[in-house]
């Protein structure tokens, strides 16, 4: 199992930028494909942007070109550049493994006001 700690969420204006933090402990982050996902009141969590080990990227479809996701093996970091905020991006933002592994960290709060 990996320990995760996410960072960086707030409160935002729609149209303005937040960047997400992951710092990942305890495994061979590296190689290891990441993931942040998302949860919004009543709705399931879903996996909103993905990196490998390799560096390749792949977004759901409602964030493409205004999230970037990407990864500093160095620091066992991975970070979520989240531009172009909208009402509906209001969430709690995970990272973890992709895919997850069980244990979850404790998200961080992500509030965009229109």
């Known amino acids: 199992q990996v320990q995760l700690v996410e960072s960086g969420g707030g409160l935002v204006q729609a149209g303005g930028s937040l960047r997400l933090s992951c710092a990942a402990f305890g495994s061979i982050f590296s190689i290891m494909a990441m993931g942040w996902y998302r949860q919004a009141p009543g709705k399931q969590r879903e996996l909103v942007a993905a990196i490998t080990s390799g560096g390749s990227t792949s977004y759901v479809d409602s964030v493409k070109g205004r999230f970037t996701i990407s990864r500093d093996n160095a620091k066992n970091t991975v970070y979520l550049q989240m531009n172009s905020l909208k009402p509906e991006d209001t969430a709690v933002y995970y990272c973890?493994?992709?895919?997850?592994?069980?244990?979850w960290g404790q998200g961080t709060q992500v509030t965009v006001s229109s």
């Open positions: 973890n493994r992709a895919p997850p592994q069980r244990a």
